[in-house]
């Protein structure tokens, strides 16, 4: 009869290697008449699921494709075919086999696998058994690596900025520092931290530094160190990330540190309370003191972004009893989170008050109420200029607040806010992304933001600003009036048949 292997080892260290595998297999193969023809293998696999294991996916793509020419799979034994968490897995890929017309013979099992009561429970017995294997080999290995760190030796893992691994023998004497990527040779050998280059040591106590002594952010930390050109290694940028994990890891006091988190079986990784951790500290030299490291935490733990819904709500709630008014922007004071803050974290700033117990604050409900008319006039005059431009047989393409116009260029519809002041009356514009290809039509509100005023091109719009004050002085100075939509798309008509016209007459 025809037959496929398949081989599986995990290390290079285990016993039953994949020539010793092989060995058993073809003994077996004899024995009963088997002709292997077919070899799948997964060297230096973990058996915990079917997931990195192409040896095993390619034999049961094969046999759910009818594309096998033999009538059985040999293995080894059950914890070859897989120590799958879950029994009911391993069930399944043999089961697949099974109904494919494929019978799956383990030759070193003390039963012969036919279907048979007594067999399946023997079968089900091992599976279980070789998946309590490796979470008991997890356990002990957590148990000696815990044991170890409390040591202050490290396990696993790149030394981070400003640090290095530092390779020691078993009597302790220091050999080599450790390059990213390499591993120490002999299993007595250890490792532990070392301070890296003074210039990478230094550039850590400054990031201390400008966070606590200069109030820095850490994104601006992380600008700051970017436009000084100064390298994070092979972890490219800096970012915010970076430099909270720098800011935050206390292994940049002396201490070495394990079991920050840890990721079983594949599942996803868990972030572990300080409690959980595994501790050494003065392991090596310090390059910040503990109580600048103290500091730090404290401030990173009073962050915005760090803040609980409850607290900045406790926060608000004190702000405008004190204040009496809505949140202005973008922060109201130093420590405090500001309107996006609170409207990102609960939907707007309506919600906020509501769930404050305020009554909603007509301030609130009229910027809401006022945002929906802009919008509506936009969109009632984009409507207006296309249609116009469409009669004049003028092709135009609109996208969002932007529509370009066949020989004329980009043009950009934006509503301008009424507002007054003490020297008079002014509009609040907000713009898109600048382009210098685009001309920029501003639509002016009557005072009460009820109705349109006028509408006011501008060929040559202000540049780098995304949000301006328009007065009447700048458009006398930069600006065309029209009076109604119409007039502006008529505008665009003429201007574009004489651009034409010039063409044609050079």
């Not at 696998?113 to 490796?134: C, H, Q, W």
């Not at 940028?237 to 292994?251: A, C, E, F, G, Q």
């Not at 509009?427 to 039509?441: D, S």
């Not at 509408?455 to 006398?476: A, G, I, N, Y």
Request: charged share 25%; hydrophobic share 40%.
């Amino acid at each position: 009869m025809r037959a496929a292997q398949y081989l599986r080892v995990s290390t290079d260290l285990q016993q039953y290697s994949i020539v010793n595998q092989q060995t058993a297999i073809a003994d077996y193969a004899a024995q009963h008449d088997y002709e292997i023809v077919k070899t799948y293998t997964d060297a230096a696999k973990s058996g915990l699921d079917i997931k990195g294991r192409p040896g095993l996916q390619s034999l049961i793509d094969d046999v759910l494709n009818r594309v096998v020419d033999f009538q059985a799979v040999i293995v080894f034994d059950v914890s070859r075919w897989g120590r799958f968490q879950d029994c009911d897995e391993a069930a399944c890929y043999e089961f697949l086999c099974r109904r494919a017309g494929i019978a799956v013979r383990y030759c070193a099992e003390p039963f012969s696998n036919d279907g048979t009561p007594f067999d399946s429970f023997l079968k089900s017995i091992k599976r279980t058994m070789a998946a309590e294997y490796v979470r008991e080999l997890s356990a002990k290995t957590l148990a000696g690596q815990c044991r170890l760190a409390a040591g202050g030796f490290k396990l696993g893992g790149n030394a981070g900025f400003g640090l290095r691994r530092l390779l020691v023998g078993c009597d302790g004497k220091p050999r080599t520092i450790l390059q990213d990527g390499q591993e120490k040779y002999l299993s007595t050998e250890r490792v532990i931290y070392t301070l890296g280059p003074p210039e990478e040591v230094a550039i850590v106590r400054e990031i201390f530094s400008m966070f606590l002594d200069e109030n820095m952010s850490l994104i601006a930390i992380a600008r700051v160190l970017n436009e000084r050109g100064i390298t994070n290694g092979r972890f490219g940028p800096w970012d915010t990330n970076v430099v909270r994990r720098i800011l935050s890891h206390p292994k940049y006091t002396g201490t070495t540190v394990f079991n920050r988190s840890s990721q079983k079986f594949r599942s996803k990784r868990i972030i572990h309370p300080k409690e959980k951790w595994v501790l050494r500290p003065d392991s090596f030299p310090a390059i910040v003191p503990q109580g600048v490291f103290d500091r730090t935490q404290a401030k990173l733990a009073n962050v915005v972004e760090r803040r609980s819904n409850q607290q900045l709500l406790e926060e608000l709630r004190a702000y405008i009893e004190t204040y009496g008014r809505p949140l202005p922007r973008p922060k109201p004071a130093a420590g405090m989170a500001c309107a996006n803050t609170y409207a990102n974290r609960f939907g707007g700033m309506p919600a906020v008050y509501e769930l404050l117990g305020f009554k909603p604050i007509s301030w609130t409900a009229g910027s809401v109420e006022l945002f929906r008319k802009t919008k509506s006039v936009k969109s009632e005059a984009l409507a207006e200029v296309s249609r116009v431009l469409a009669d004049n047989r003028i092709r135009v393409s609109v996208r969002k607040s932007v529509f370009r116009v066949q020989g004329r260029g980009h043009f950009r519809l934006a509503a301008g806010r009424c507002f007054t002041i003490s020297s008079g009356i002014r509009w609040m514009v907000t713009t898109g992304p600048n382009c210098p290809k685009h001309g920029l039509i501003v639509v002016r509100l009557q005072p009460e933001n009820k109705a349109v005023k006028d509408f006011v091109v501008f060929l040559e719009p202000p540049r780098s600003k995304r949000r301006f004050t328009l007065s009447d002085d700048m458009v006398q100075r930069s600006g065309i009036v029209y009076p109604t939509a119409n007039a502006v798309a008529d505008a665009i008509v003429k201007r574009s048949t004489e651009r034409k016209s010039t063409v044609r007459s050079r």
